[in-house]
């Protein structure tokens, strides 16, 4: 609400109520849809994004803090009132049992409980006093898994940085194994001693870490290893370990470690020492830091913390990193839906300038397939030009926004962008699509799955290599057909065969139920929104596609009593707004409409300035909340 505050923004468009049973007309459904459009547009920042928390999971900001401890600059980045209001971020989230959960809304696990004690100890520099989780209800009843991630990560040599991994993984595993590799260990303080006899149900001098490597929490643990896989874990730390720290084979190693440093100053180089996420960040700074504690690398990491850091109602808190793009793609799209543009035309402006602005024009520097990375000029990202990793759905949505802008007067909405650079655009996705006709996020995909059985991770499953995705085809249709009707002369056969293997795709993934799987949101009818949306993009109908029928009626069975959609026994307006947008896409409802006398009077109940009411999406990722529920319902 800072912005407006500063702005003073006042509504000044009559507030609209709707009564239970009562009919929606069109004139009362545009003055919300407008009172929306004006509220959503006070919310922009002056350089054209809408700024949005991107948070959620509760083991981002426990790392960073230990890090600047062991770097000796945790009071000079983060000032006593900062970490007031990190501590405040942390108590707000705190389960009734006492522990922390692995995002804002989960059931408490050890990982993060243990991360966020730690992490309360450090910037309380005293014992705490809240409720933890003994270690006797943490299933096994030992070691905790936040306390053996470096040694048991560190443990498992041999992943060296590598075009076979997905980019998130590989780019943590990268400083990982340097830290490692270099034998590195934090300077013993009076409060890790104290830490030391917290944590452990035994004296840590006593603890035998050969013996509980494989030691894992059961509320942690998600995706157990199989058998064969320890046993290579443990054969190449029992018999190649020793080889590797003793002459001539510990040359070996560090070269190893030399190599591994120039991939990670060319990462941090490329994405401006932002890095492609949080966790990645915190590791290269680390690194940098043990490689020089005086050197700029290092340096440069701390100038570029305040990208990550952002503060909410619950206390100051790091995200992810930064939504800006994906957020202003989608805002623009929902606000060009509205046909307002004498209302809201400077709005428009400055976000087709963001935009604008925000394309990336080069590729990684220097031989960068050499250094694993992909193909990036014409991209958009995630989050801004600086960081520069090209994202797919990104990609689309923003080239979707830039032919709908390009035809509306220049002075209303600004120069378009030049044919040339969409055109790099329509070749990141192009060189994104699989065999299977998916696309996939980062990278290329097509790796092996066998290689996911080599995933180290006991809590995260199928993140090991790059996968195809429901959501980022959908979006890719999308956008290319938009594009395919604006330049229709740009590399047509190539599109139309993406869109047809696209399409194909999409079906094939389809659910027996009629829904598909969403990974980058909750879940189901967010993911059906989408493939319903690509398909039909590209002519399939109600009439003439049975995975189109399929998707209404599984839509429409789970609407629940009160009128709306959710994904348990509640209902949730974003949820049902992403539902109603599937079903307008999917023409059901020419056939027969879904129930709206319950949902008319919640979908209309705007606060008295043209927001909706924020309601729990069951996500580990917090995005802006009421400015997300306002997006939907644009």
Same mark, same amino acid.
Request: aromatic residues 12%; contains cysteine; negative net charge.
């Given at each position: 609400?800072?912005?407006?505050?500063?702005? $003073?923004?006042?509504?000044?468009?009559?507030?609209?109520?709707?009564?239970?049973?009562?009919?929606?007309?069109?004139?009362?459904?545009?003055?919300?849809? =407008?009172? +929306?459009?004006?509220?959503?547009?006070?919310?922009?920042?002056?350089?054209?994004?809408?700024?949005?928390?991107? %948070?959620?999971?509760?083991?981002?900001?426990?790392?960073?803090?230990?890090?600047?401890?062991?770097?000796?600059?945790? &009071?000079?980045?983060?000032?006593?009132?900062?970490?007031?209001?990190?501590?405040?971020?942390?108590?707000?989230?705190?389960?009734?049992?006492?522990?922390?959960?692995?995002?804002? /809304?989960?059931?408490?696990?050890?990982?993060?409980?243990?991360?966020?004690?730690?992490?309360?100890?450090?910037?309380?520099?005293?014992?705490?006093?809240?409720?933890?989780?003994?270690?006797?209800?943490?299933?096994?009843?030992?070691?905790?898994?936040?306390?053996?991630?470096?040694?048991?990560?560190?443990?498992?040599?041999?992943?060296?940085?590598?075009?076979?991994?997905?980019?998130?993984?590989?780019?943590?595993?990268?400083?990982?194994?340097?830290?490692?590799?270099?034998?590195?260990? +934090?300077?013993?303080?009076?409060?890790?001693?104290?830490?030391?006899?917290?944590?452990?149900?035994?004296?840590?001098?006593?603890?035998?870490?050969?013996?509980?490597?494989?030691?894992?929490?059961?509320?942690?643990?998600?995706?157990?290893?199989?058998?064969?896989?320890?046993?290579?874990?443990?054969?190449?730390?029992?018999?190649?370990?020793?080889?590797?720290?003793?002459?001539?084979?510990?040359?070996?190693?560090?070269?190893?470690?030399?190599?591994?440093?120039?991939?990670?100053?060319?990462?941090?180089?490329?994405?401006?020492?932002?890095?492609?996420?949080?966790?990645?960040?915190?590791?290269?700074?680390?690194?940098?830091?043990?490689?020089?504690?005086?050197?700029?690398?290092?340096?440069?990491?701390?100038?570029?913390?305040?990208?990550?850091?952002?503060?909410?109602?619950?206390?100051?808190?790091?995200?992810?990193?930064?939504?800006?793009?994906?957020?202003?793609?989608?805002?623009? /799209?929902?606000?060009?839906?509205?046909?307002?543009?004498?209302?809201?035309?400077?709005?428009?402006?400055?976000?087709?300038?963001?935009?604008?602005?925000?394309?990336?024009?080069?590729?990684?520097?220097?031989?960068? =397939?050499?250094?694993? $990375?992909?193909?990036?000029?014409?991209?958009?990202?995630?989050?801004?030009?600086?960081?520069?990793?090209?994202?797919?759905?990104?990609?689309? &949505?923003?080239?979707?926004?830039?032919?709908?802008?390009?035809?509306?007067?220049?002075?209303?909405?600004?120069?378009?962008?030049?044919?040339? $650079?969409?055109?790099?655009?329509?070749?990141?996705?192009?060189?994104?699509?699989?065999?299977?006709?998916?696309?996939?996020?980062?990278?290329?995909?097509?790796?092996?799955?066998?290689?996911?059985?080599?995933?180290?991770?006991?809590?995260?499953?199928?993140?090991?290599?790059?996968?195809?995705?429901?959501?980022?085809? %959908?979006?890719?249709?999308?956008?290319?057909?938009?594009?395919?009707?604006?330049?229709?002369?740009?590399?047509?056969?190539?599109?139309?065969?993406?869109?047809?293997?696209?399409?194909?795709?999409?079906?094939?993934?389809?659910?027996?139920?009629?829904?598909?799987?969403?990974?980058?949101?909750?879940?189901?009818?967010?993911?059906?929104?989408?493939?319903?949306?690509?398909?039909?993009?590209?002519?399939?109908?109600?009439?003439?596609?049975?995975?189109?029928?399929?998707? +209404?009626?599984?839509?429409?069975?789970?609407?629940?009593?009160?009128?709306?959609?959710?994904?348990?026994?509640?209902?949730?307006?974003?949820?049902? +707004?992403?539902?109603?947008?599937?079903?307008?896409?999917?023409?059901?409802?020419?056939?027969?409409?879904?129930?709206?006398?319950?949902?008319?009077?919640?979908?209309?109940?705007?606060?008295?300035?043209?927001?909706? =009411?924020?309601?729990?999406?069951?996500?580990?990722?917090?995005?802006?909340?009421?400015?997300?529920?306002?997006?939907?319902?644009?």
């Amino acid at each position: 609400m800072q912005f407006l505050k500063e702005k $003073r923004f006042k509504q000044t468009i009559r507030q609209v109520k709707v009564e239970d049973e009562e009919e929606i007309t069109y004139e009362t459904a545009t003055t919300a849809m =407008r009172r +929306a459009a004006h509220f959503f547009s006070a919310l922009q920042a002056s350089d054209g994004h809408w700024p949005g928390e991107n %948070a959620g999971p509760l083991f981002l900001f426990s790392p960073l803090v230990m890090c600047l401890y062991i770097t000796g600059d945790l &009071e000079s980045v983060f000032p006593e009132e900062y970490r007031k209001e990190m501590l405040r971020f942390i108590y707000c989230h705190q389960n009734e049992d006492g522990g922390w959960g692995l995002h804002v /809304e989960a059931h408490s696990n050890m990982y993060c409980t243990v991360l966020n004690y730690i992490c309360m100890r450090i910037l309380e520099k005293g014992l705490m006093v809240a409720k933890i989780m003994p270690a006797h209800e943490a299933g096994n009843g030992s070691l905790t898994m936040a306390v053996q991630f470096p040694y048991l990560l560190g443990e498992k040599p041999g992943f060296r940085y590598t075009s076979k991994m997905c980019c998130y993984f590989r780019l943590v595993y990268m400083p990982m194994s340097y830290l490692y590799g270099k034998r590195f260990v +934090a300077p013993i303080s009076p409060l890790i001693l104290q830490l030391r006899e917290e944590l452990h149900t035994q004296p840590y001098d006593e603890i035998n870490w050969k013996k509980v490597r494989h030691l894992c929490a059961t509320e942690d643990l998600y995706f157990p290893h199989l058998l064969i896989q320890d046993l290579v874990w443990d054969s190449i730390y029992i018999f190649t370990e020793p080889f590797l720290t003793r002459w001539p084979f510990n040359k070996l190693r560090k070269k190893a470690l030399e190599i591994t440093m120039k991939h990670i100053h060319y990462e941090d180089d490329n994405s401006r020492y932002i890095n492609v996420a949080c966790v990645e960040k915190v590791l290269c700074m680390l690194a940098c830091w043990v490689e020089d504690p005086y050197g700029d690398y290092f340096k440069k990491h701390l100038a570029s913390l305040p990208d990550y850091i952002w503060i909410g109602e619950d206390g100051m808190k790091m995200q992810t990193f930064g939504s800006q793009l994906w957020d202003t793609s989608l805002g623009l /799209e929902a606000l060009l839906a509205c046909k307002l543009t004498d209302e809201i035309g400077h709005t428009l402006m400055k976000g087709h300038d963001y935009l604008n602005k925000s394309q990336v024009r080069d590729n990684p520097s220097g031989d960068f =397939r050499s250094m694993y $990375r992909h193909i990036c000029k014409g991209s958009w990202t995630f989050s801004d030009w600086d960081q520069g990793w090209q994202v797919s759905d990104c990609t689309a &949505e923003s080239l979707k926004c830039c032919p709908l802008l390009s035809v509306m007067p220049p002075e209303i909405v600004g120069g378009k962008i030049e044919p040339e $650079r969409l055109y790099d655009a329509i070749n990141v996705l192009l060189s994104l699509q699989s065999k299977n006709g998916g696309i996939s996020t980062w990278e290329p995909a097509g790796t092996s799955k066998w290689l996911e059985l080599l995933n180290p991770s006991e809590l995260f499953e199928d993140v090991f290599i790059e996968q195809q995705f429901v959501e980022s085809t %959908a979006s890719a249709i999308d956008a290319l057909v938009l594009f395919k009707k604006l330049h229709p002369g740009h590399r047509k056969q190539e599109i139309e065969t993406f869109i047809r293997k696209a399409v194909q795709y999409i079906e094939n993934m389809q659910r027996p139920d009629g829904s598909w799987y969403g990974d980058w949101g909750i879940c189901f009818t967010y993911a059906t929104w989408l493939a319903l949306r690509g398909l039909a993009a590209a002519g399939k109908t109600y009439h003439n596609c049975l995975a189109v029928r399929k998707a +209404a009626a599984f839509l429409l069975k789970l609407q629940l009593d009160d009128g709306g959609w959710g994904e348990s026994y509640l209902s949730c307006l974003a949820k049902t +707004a992403w539902t109603l947008m599937g079903l307008i896409h999917s023409g059901q409802v020419s056939r027969k409409r879904p129930n709206t006398s319950s949902l008319s009077s919640k979908a209309l109940d705007q606060f008295s300035e043209g927001r909706w =009411r924020f309601s729990s999406t069951g996500n580990c990722w917090s995005f802006p909340e009421d400015l997300y529920d306002t997006l939907s319902k644009l």
